[in-house]
């Protein structure tokens, strides 16, 4: 995927976001009146405590995709979204879009290449939108605030055991697995997690063969409001009783929304993971 240089002569003023991670860093920013349109959020629960006031103040907010002529009635002059946004079928490529003078950007971390995905690539996206915006300070502040963090976790877990762990996406009769080369494994280790990466994805009998201390099972928007009962399927499969993971209830489930193109949610998918990995880590520690 070609890299194109963005020149702004102004900070966006109309502003359409696609999938959570465009729209929540903006709001963490103060841009909420900068968005027309927020699209691919299932519900408002989704959107963290603190930015749902700002997100209500949005016009146009819906889970299913604008169409171009929507697009081109709601006048943007910045598109934010995945890859997959700009593919020909979807809203249209971002030659389209600049063609008509709007400015498209990709988050790199939903690009289809070989890369791996890493906590830094979602530092950049925080960043870049703080240097389009004018907002760089406060950008700077969300992003020192996951190093803390990360340090933190690294400085009370040195010296530690590492948990096995297995990071998981049941889809239909298929176990997906979350190596290191994602996000979701990036954090996971970087949080001093001992990943089991043997491929793309796992049967049952491989599962029982590793038999992980912990399992992170991830569900996407279709799935965020039966996270426990596709956990509970798990805990009472009969064959997987032996498991650690099973055995000692430490299932633990992560939206999607954490740990893919998480932007400024990678702060909750970092704390999730390493209070899960290390359950005393936070005892008597004061919440940011």
Request: proline residues 4%; charged residues 25%; contains cysteine.
């Amino acid at each position: 995927m070609r890299t194109m240089q963005l020149i702004f002569e102004h900070p966006p003023r109309r502003v359409i976001t696609f999938w959570q991670n465009s729209t929540e860093t903006l709001l963490a920013l103060g841009l909420q009146d900068r968005i027309v349109a927020a699209v691919g959020i299932p519900y408002r629960g989704c959107i963290k405590e603190e930015y749902q006031q700002a997100y209500d103040s949005i016009p146009i907010k819906q889970m299913q995709i604008l169409d171009k002529e929507n697009i081109l009635m709601l006048r943007p002059d910045f598109i934010l979204g995945w890859g997959s946004t700009f593919r020909p079928e979807y809203i249209g490529t971002t030659e389209f879009w600049r063609s008509r003078e709007i400015n498209t950007y990709i988050a790199s971390s939903t690009t289809r290449n070989a890369k791996a995905k890493t906590i830094e690539d979602e530092y950049k996206y925080i960043m870049d939108m703080g240097t389009i915006f004018g907002r760089r300070k406060r950008a700077s502040a969300l992003v020192k605030q996951m190093e803390r963090e990360l340090a933190f976790v690294e400085n009370r877990t040195a010296g530690h055991k590492k948990p096995r762990t297995i990071i998981m996406e049941k889809q239909k009769d298929i176990l997906r697995l979350y190596g290191r080369n994602t996000l979701a494994g990036d954090i996971l280790t970087k949080v001093n997690g001992d990943i089991i990466d043997i491929g793309a994805t796992i049967s049952y009998e491989q599962l029982i063969a590793e038999n992980p201390e912990v399992i992170f099972l991830i569900v996407s928007e279709n799935d965020y409001r039966n996270a426990s009962v596709i956990t509970q399927q798990i805990y009472e499969n009969p064959a997987l009783q032996d498991i650690i993971a099973v055995r000692e209830h430490r299932i633990y489930t992560l939206p999607l929304f954490m740990v893919y193109s998480s932007a400024v949610r990678t702060y909750d998918g970092i704390r999730e993971m390493a209070q899960d990995l290390y359950p005393e880590l936070y005892e008597e520690v004061p919440q940011n």
